[in-house]
Every structure is written in C-alpha cells, then in structure tokens.
C-alpha cells in the first residue's frame, strides 16, 4: 500500500484486520481530501461467520433478555461520551451537526429504546410466550402454547451511506436482544465513521466476544457462507435489492432477507388547508425541512409533494420562499443549513434524476449544476442547490424516478381520490404524511393509503409541538414499507426483536409446557405449603407456589354496602325487579369489583413481609354472576417470577382464580406483585 492515508480495519474473530493492497480512496464529502481507504482482500469470511456462530452466539444466548438489554443500555451510555469524536468524522461525510445528531444522537437513543423495552416487555428469561394456551384435549392434559426461541444463527446488516451510525445501531440492539450475533457491512463511502464507533463498542467489552464483527470493504462471498437460521438485512437501492433475491442462499438456502430500498415517499396537503390555516405553514416547513436535512440523502424523504391544484401556485412559491433562506455550505460552518452530499458520484446521480425528472416536470427553484457555498468549493465538494420542480399534468416520472438528494417535486390533485391514486403510483413507500385538520379528511386519506405505507404521519396544529416530523423512524413504530420500498420491517419495539426469533407451537401436558416455558400454566401441578406464599421472599418462591383461600359468603348486605360507597348503583345489583328481567342475571348479582375485592381478602396475608406492592390486575374476566349470598373462594399460583436487575425486588405474576359454591370459575385474573428478592432484606 503507497497511500499514507490508513486503511480501515475490519474486525473478525476477534483481532482487527487490515488489507494490505491499495484500497480505495474515501474523500470527504467538502473538500475532496482523501479520508481513508477501504478493502476486505484477505479477510477470511467462512472464519468469521464460524466466529460468530460459534463463539458470539452461545455467548449472547447464555444472557438472558434482560442482561442482554442492560448491556445495550451501558453501550449506548458508553457511546455517548464519545459524541464529540463521531461528530468530527461525520462531518467529512458532509453532515452538518443537525444532521449528525439524527444519525449519531438517533442511533444511540434508539439503543436507550429497544433496551427499556426489553427490560419492561420481556422475561427475565430466554424464551418469550406468544398468547395463550390453547386446549387441545377435552380433560385439559393436552394443550398448545406459541413461543419464541432465539436461532443458532448470525445477522448481517449491509447499510446504505447516509446513516454509517444510526444505520447500524438500529439494526444491532434488536438482533443483539433475540439473541443473535452481528455482522455489520457499512457502506465504504461513510465506513469510516462506522468503524469509530465499532472500535468504541469492542475496546469497551460490553458486548460479548463474537456478537460484533464488523466488514470494511467488499462482501462479496459473504452470502455463501449464510444458511437456514440466518438473516441478512439491506438497506439500498432496489437494483440491489433484486440482486440480493437472486442470490442462491436466499433463493435455495432458507436465509431470511429484509429489504429496505427505494422510497417515492409523498407529503398531501389536505383540501382543507387555506394560506392562512397553520397547517399550510407547517406543511411547507416539513417539505422544505425533508429537503434539506441530511441534504436530501434519507430514504424516508419527501419526494412528491401532492397539493390542491387550487392552491398550488402558493405552495411552490411558499417553498420557494424557505428553500431561498438555505445556506450552502462547509458542514461546520456558522450559518450553514446544508453541507455536501456524500460524494461526487452521488452529486452526478442526482443531476441525472433531476435531468430525467424534467422531462415531465420544470424547474421552479435552484439549479442542479449551480450553487453559490460557504467556506468550500462548489465543484471539489459534493455540494448541490435544493431544487424544486413542479410536475406537468399526468407526468409519471416523479412516480418513477428518485432524485437521492435536496430535491422534491410539487404534484397538482383535483380531489382526495385522485391524490390516494396518485401516492400509490409510487408502488409502496416508507412514510407519508397528510396535512390537515379535518378529520373526515385524514380518514379518507389514511384509509386510502395505508396499504401503500409501512408508516403515516397525520399533522396538524394540536399535534405539530410535539410531532417528530416526517422523516424520523422511531424505535417503537415500524420502519419499512411493501412493494417498491422493499417490503420489509425493522424497529417497531419488541416487533423488532421477536422478527429475528422463530414461533414455534409446543404441544404437550400443561406440566412439561410449564417446565419448558418457565411459566405456571393452569392444570399444572401447584404446591400447597405451611408457609404462606406472600411470607416467601423471591429466593424462596418457586413456579407453582399456590394458597388455597377459605370460602366467603357474598351476602345482600354487601352487595349494597358496596353499591352505596362505591356509587355504582346499576340496577343489576340494586333493582330486584329489573335484575330479574336481565336475561343474563336472573335478579341481585354482586358488582365483578366486590367479587375481586372480596378475593384480595381470602389471599392477602396483612403483616409486612416481601411482598412489597401490588401493581396491577391483568387478563380480569368475570365469567359467573355471583348471587347474594353464594360463596367464593380463590386460589393463587405463582405463574412468572421476574427478577429486576439492578434491584432488591422482583415482579411475581401470580394466577388467581375463583370459584364459587359449585366449583364455577366466577372470575379469572393475574395479579401483579412487588417481591423482595430476600427477606429480611
């Protein structure tokens, strides 16, 4: 190698890799400058899948769900201390800082999110329940329960240039969390941003060994080496896409592929909207804001923006208005809005779009191959003007065609309908977004493209304060969207993490699926004892503890004691001569709540123990009417224990289920407890 310039280092079963031919040149994005170079000859691809499979995956399946979100917690805590570093190289991608916090900022909150889901939404466990069980047999001995269990597999992620941090991290946190190892393949151009923050992540040993290998440089032969229980998701262009489908692993070999790919994603200005109405200048804000943010290079963008014909004429010139106040420019300078695209080729495939657009559409503002920029060379960076155009009647090319840049174009409709069957010509987009504060409108809208849309944003000016715009994927909403765009999914909160696992439906007796689940499942064995359960600390208490209650007779009396202090006179438990007409009923019934409260009084042992707090009721069904003066009685069962991490206590999930005289359940129910992990604590 004869470049002075360091080449980036690829890291694979555990040691940091560097090619030792030329490389390619990787320019900053301003000024022309060499960054880097980038090449994967002689990395080992079979030994580094091996790594992962073998060394990374048992390692991150050893952890439970819960372990595994609070190791991603401290990663992202880790990751941000080092902000400042990611900027500084982020900005020879062209990134201005705004543009950085949504790549750097966003990728490590997105981290904080999917582990807070993980720690609240999932077991401390290592497997997941998927609904209720299901009887299979008339005696109960033989049920079906859904489960998720993690795959001895790999994930690799091929990311797209506009995003080397955020495009990473929101892939990893939620393979990381199903128990899969990663493979990261950045795209070259904005690598070496990626590469910083991977070196950041391994050097601080919070992740373990073989869970994070990162691939500078080509990946061709990488697909061969993928089988059944792996997955591979892309973000890119739909060429590449297709390619990708072909490929015999995916076509033959059962790997899982996720695609993100090109996005005509539109913004509709609601036949509402006047001049003078708050939603048309925030609808000329978000167009003018997903222009230019990023300069244009996000595939969640707006694209085509579809507007009354009535008022289109002040829309262009109200865009017109705001694209002028943009400043072009050196990233890190004062007052500069937009930086550089991040790369002269990418600067020269917007120019031909624009070009093939025009065929169909005329420039209304900016000049593709003209900009006046601060603090840098218009030619040696990759800068370019915002541009605007506005479409002929019955073009199709800005339902075909996407200009990956600062450019949009204004499309007339005549009605709603005629707008829904214009957004559709875009064949599946990642988000739109409808303008409008008459929700006759947003339905008719929403309805209309829903099915076109893996995400909707419908502003307005109640919800405009607090709205994160058009453009941003946040962690707990999907991302992704059908037909053009790709059709896959990613983010979503735990949709994310459970769409790298495999449901399985598990039949047996309710014993083996409680011992297999690791959760109590009625008709399994219970373990009656002299010590009452709420008297056990959480490492005394097992699966299957259960309290059997002495019996309580539900008399007239309370029933309208409880009417009278409560308030709830409903004439089923108040109106003798109504109740009996009820066809349900038959006359006086106790209210669902007294049977409940009632049951807490069978169970509940009153002295302080470990038993911490009560924090909710899940799953409540009142099945039997309970008459004045039928008994109940209630048994508990311990049915999920859940240690909390960095606590003294735990949450215990306990079945409760009463019955009355005849041995009817009259209600079901999971009560949700506090529990000390020891006690005396």
Known sequence: MTSDTAMLASYSCGTWFRATDEGEPLLDASTGEEVARISSTGLDLAAMTAHAREIGGPAVRALTFHERAA?????????????????????????????????????????????????????????????????????????????????????????????????????????????????????????YVTEAVVRRIIDSGLLPEGSLQLLCGSPAGLLDELGAQDSVAFTGSASTGAHLRQHPSVLHGGVQLGIEADSLNCSILGTDVGVDEPEFELFVKGVVTEMTVKAGQKCTAIRRVLVPETIADDVVAAISARLAEITVGHPTSDGVRMGALASLAQRDEVRKAVQALRASAEIVFGNPDVVEVVDADAETGAFMSPVLLRAHPGASEPHDIEPFGPVATVISYADLDDAVRLAARGQGSLVGSIVTHDPAVARAVTLGLAPWHGRLLVLDRTSAAESTGHGSPLPVLVHGGPGRAGGGEELGGIRAVLHHMQRSAIQGSPDMLTAITGQWISGSTRTETDVHPFRKSLADLAIGDTISSATRTVTLDDIEHFAEFTGDTFYAHTDEEAAAKNPLFGGIVAHGYLVVSLAAGLFVDPDPGPVLANFGVDRLRFLTPVKADDSIQVTLTVKQITPRSNADYGEVRWDATVVNASGEPVATYDVLTLVAKTWPA
């Open 71 to 191: 190791a991603l917690k401290a990663m992202a805590k880790m990751l941000g201390e080092h902000k400042d570093e990611f900027y500084a190289l982020s900005a020879r991608t062209g990134a201005t800082q705004r543009d950085s916090m949504v790549d750097i900022d966003g990728g490590i909150g997105t981290v904080f999110s999917i582990a807070s889901k993980g720690t609240r939404e999932l077991p401390n466990d290592v497997v997941v329940l998927d609904g209720q069980p299901e009887r299979l047999g008339r005696e109960g001995t033989f049920l079906g329960q859904h489960l998720y269990t993690s795959r001895p597999g790999v994930a690799v992620q091929i990311n797209a240039f506009n995003f080397p941090v955020w495009g990473m991290l929101e892939k990893l946190a939620p393979a990381f969390l199903a128990g899969l190892p990663t493979i990261v393949k950045p795209a070259s151009q904005t690598a």
